[in-house]
Each structure stands twice: as structure tokens, then as C-alpha cells.
């Protein structure tokens, strides 16, 4: 078992998270070998982009069996987290079905843009780890078009146009729909946190 | 936030951490020479600031490619923003939005009202080689989001510079139009400035450059007077 990895799930936009995780005095590393994902401490899986992009790279890397299995903390960032969910309405694909339910599109109106772009609160509904120390004022940055639903995993809520999740857990595997390391000091926060989960 | 090289303002990372610790919400980073001179910014000061930053940032100025994107995102900046390379090579915003999605492919648009209606201009970095582009705002506003544009950052280069406040009629124009992100830029010369986009144009976010550089506002002091005028912002 070693330390903090993230998925390089071939996407661009690896190193604001990296550089997160450094300001935090850890050095995360980037794999999408199988055997090591397996032995880190802790797994983070970003994602920007497409989910049918995402989940094309994670299979053919075989990396969605290996996902599955983990059973070490897993942090799911923005389309990190939708990608743990059964199914997305982006593309229409299938993701990695960990979590139960299907991504959404948030409709967008003028009144209400999308993607949804912008620093927002959270409402939390249980009183999850990952959320310690952090109180109703914290906000975090969100950019996203694709939403997931409100569910029994769902700890915090947020609201833009519709409620969604914001922050995600069922057991090792937590997700959360904003950018942590984007979110100055409260992301900050939620990515301390999570480092300190086991 | 804007940064731009007409005149030095100061070193980038000092200035970069200033607004972060001030409650900037996003800094955006302009090299204004760099399509004019044909020629890209040096990039090595992006993976400098994405060390220090811990709020989103955006680079502007130069990205012909997708591969001059994927330099500047794999070095930590959120999101590219283009502007007379799409006016050019309009394919570039739907290349870049396919390839990494709309969320990081903002289109800026430096807008002047002319008698044939509002037009968008091209090379403002240089006022030797500023021409019209030959395309009207409005159309240019859907065409950019049909394209797959994932903001638009609205310059109105005739309030832009002169601090009596953003263009909120030709703001609220772009906005009957765009359903994306919209970010008013230019004019920003008071606090009540920014109230009256976010009020009565309806923009999702303000950029200002010289009032901040200048310290004539102050990031703090700006966020409390739009709380206290209704206006949810971050603190």
C-alpha cells in the first residue's frame, strides 16, 4: 500500500488537482497501471471531459473492473463522481455503476446557463466526513452540465435551478460534484479530509 | 479579473496571489500581443500560478490549436479563451469543445456598437491591425454556442478603458441570446457598475482589470456592497 494516487484517465487538467494535493504536502502520483491503483492508499478519480470519452479510456485501459473492486477511500471528482453512478444521460452511457441512479442534464434556461458555472453553497443532509469543519457560509466552485439526481448516498445538496448532489458516499466510494481543488480553502478543506479518511 | 500587458502592472504571481487572498473568484490571464504578433505566449508561468492558485484561472491570448490548449490546460489553467483565432477559424471552437469539453472553451468577443448594429472586432491588441471581422455580435453570440462555446466573455470595447460603467444595453442584447455563462467586461469604473450587470443585464459574472490593478476597488469591500444590494456572491 502506497500513498495518494490519481487515475490518469487521459484527460487534461491533471495538474490543478496535483497541485492541491501539494499544497496539502502530499505527492499524489498519476497512474492508470491496474496493479498500483489497487496498492495506493487512496484513489482519486478526476474527470474532465465526456463521460462516454471517460469510461472509452477506463475500459480500454481496464480500469473499470479494477474501480469496482477498490475497496480503499475513493474520491470521485466532477465527472469523477457521475462516472461511479450506473448510467449517464451524456452519450447515453454506461458508466461504472457503483452507485445506483443515472447522471442528468441541467436544463438550461437564460435565467439559468449551462453549464453551471460559478461558486456555490452546499446543504448538507448528513454529517459526513468529508464535510468536517466546514459550515453552511463555505463555498465551492462548480463547473459542470450533468448532474446527479438526489439519492440515499447523497450528503450534501446544492441547488441551481434544481436540486442535485453536491457531495456523494456509499461506503469507500465518495464523490463530490464541485472542483476541491479549485475551492480555495474550503476545498481545501474537503480534500484534507479525505486524505485523513481510512 | 483581467490582466493585460499594455502597461506592467507588476509581476504576475505576485499580483495572482494578491487577488486570490483578496476573494478573487477566477483570475484570467491576457497576453493582448500575442494574435496580433502571430506568435503564442510563453507558457511556463501557467504551471507557476496553478501552483499558487487554489481558484479557477483562465488563459487567454494566442491559442490557435488544440494543441496550444492542451499545453496550457495540462499546465494547470481551467479553461482556454479564444478570440480572433475563432473569428478566423471558427471549426477551432468546436475542435476544442469536442476534445475537452465546453465547460474550459470560453469565447471572447470584443463587441463596438456601429451604425450597422454591434460588431465584433478583431486584433484589438494592436490598434495598427483592429479590423471588424465582418460578424455581427448577435449572431456571432449563437453561432459560438451552436459551435459548442462554454462562456462568453462579452468586451464592449467602447466603455472598455474609460470606467463609466459596462455597456448594460448591449449586455442585455447578448443576453436575450446566450444561454451559456456570461461575463460582462469593460467599463467597470465603480462599485455600482457591477451591481447594475449582475441587476439589470443579468450576466453571471463581471470582469474588471484596471480598477483592481489601480486600487481604486477593492475585491472585499466590492463583495460586500453587492451582498448587501441582494447579490449572492462568495465572501
Not at chain 2, 58 to 87: F, H, Q
Request: aromatic fraction near 6%.
Amino acid at each position: 500500500m502506497s500513498g495518494t494516487l490519481i487515475i490518469d484517465s487521459g484527460g487534461a487538467n491533471l495538474a490543478s488537482l496535483q497541485f492541491a494535493l501539494e499544497r496539502l504536502g502530499v505527492a499524489a502520483r498519476v497512474s492508470a497501471e491496474a496493479r498500483e491503483i489497487a496498492a495506493a492508499d487512496r484513489v482519486v478519480l478526476p474527470g474532465v471531459g465526456s463521460a462516454a470519452d471517460a469510461m472509452q479510456r477506463l475500459r480500454a485501459a481496464g480500469l473499470a473492473e479494477v474501480l469496482r473492486r477498490l475497496t480503499q477511500p475513493v474520491l470521485g471528482i466532477c465527472l469523477g463522481m457521475q462516472l461511479l453512478f450506473e448510467r449517464s444521460a451524456e452519450g447515453d452511457t454506461e458508466c461504472l455503476g457503483i452507485l445506483p441512479g443515472t447522471v442528468r442534464r441541467l436544463e438550461p434556461s437564460t435565467a439559468r446557463p449551462v453549464p453551471h458555472m460559478g461558486w456555490n453553497r452546499l446543504q448538507a443532509l448528513t454529517d459526513d466526513a468529508l464535510l468536517k469543519g466546514l459550515g453552511t457560509e463555505a463555498y465551492f466552485y462548480f463547473v459542470h452540465g450533468y448532474a446527479v439526481p438526489l439519492g440515499p448516498f447523497t450528503c450534501a445538496q446544492t441547488h441551481y435551478g434544481e436540486d442535485f448532489s453536491a457531495v456523494v458516499r456509499q461506503g469507500n466510494f465518495c464523490g463530490v460534484q464541485f472542483h476541491p481543488e479549485r475551492s480555495a480553502a474550503s476545498g481545501a478543506r474537503v480534500l484534507e479530509n479525505f486524505l485523513g479518511l481510512r | 479579473m483581467r490582466f493585460r500587458d499594455h502597461r506592467v502592472v507588476g509581476d504576475i504571481m505576485t499580483l495572482a496571489q494578491r487577488y486570490r487572498d483578496e476573494g478573487a473568484d477566477e483570475l484570467v490571464f491576457y497576453d493582448i500581443t500575442a494574435s496580433p504578433q502571430g506568435r503564442s505566449v510563453d507558457r511556463s508561468w501557467v504551471q507557476r500560478i496553478a501552483r499558487v492558485l487554489d481558484i479557477p484561472f483562465c488563459v487567454a491570448g494566442g491559442i490557435r490549436s488544440v494543441a496550444d490548449a492542451e499545453t496550457v490546460l495540462n499546465a494547470g489553467a481551467e479553461k482556454i479563451s479564444i478570440n480572433s483565432p475563432a473569428l478566423s477559424d471558427p471549426n477551432l471552437i468546436d475542435a476544442l469543445s469536442r476534445r475537452f469539453g465546453a465547460q474550459c472553451v470560453v469565447v471572447g468577443i470584443d463587441s463596438e456598437r456601429t451604425a450597422a448594429g454591434y460588431r465584433a472586432f478583431q486584433f484589438t491588441g494592436d490598434p495598427g491591425r483592429t479590423r471588424e471581422s465582418g460578424r455581427d455580435v448577435l449572431e456571432w453570440v449563437r453561432e459560438v454556442q451552436e459551435r459548442g462555446a462554454g462562456e462568453i466573455v462579452l468586451n464592449c470595447m467602447g466603455s472598455d478603458g474609460v470606467r463609466q460603467g459596462y455597456d448594460i444595453e448591449q449586455l442585455q442584447a447578448v443576453r436575450a441570446v446566450c444561454r451559456v455563462p456570461l461575463v460582462a467586461s469593460g467599463g467597470a469604473g465603480a462599485i455600482e457598475h457591477f451591481s447594475a450587470a449582475f441587476r439589470d443585464a443579468g450576466v453571471d459574472a463581471a470582469l474588471a482589470a484596471s480598477v483592481f490593478h489601480n486600487g481604486v476597488i477593492a475585491i472585499g469591500a466590492l463583495k460586500q456592497a453587492l451582498r448587501s444590494a441582494g447579490i449572492e456572491v462568495r465572501p
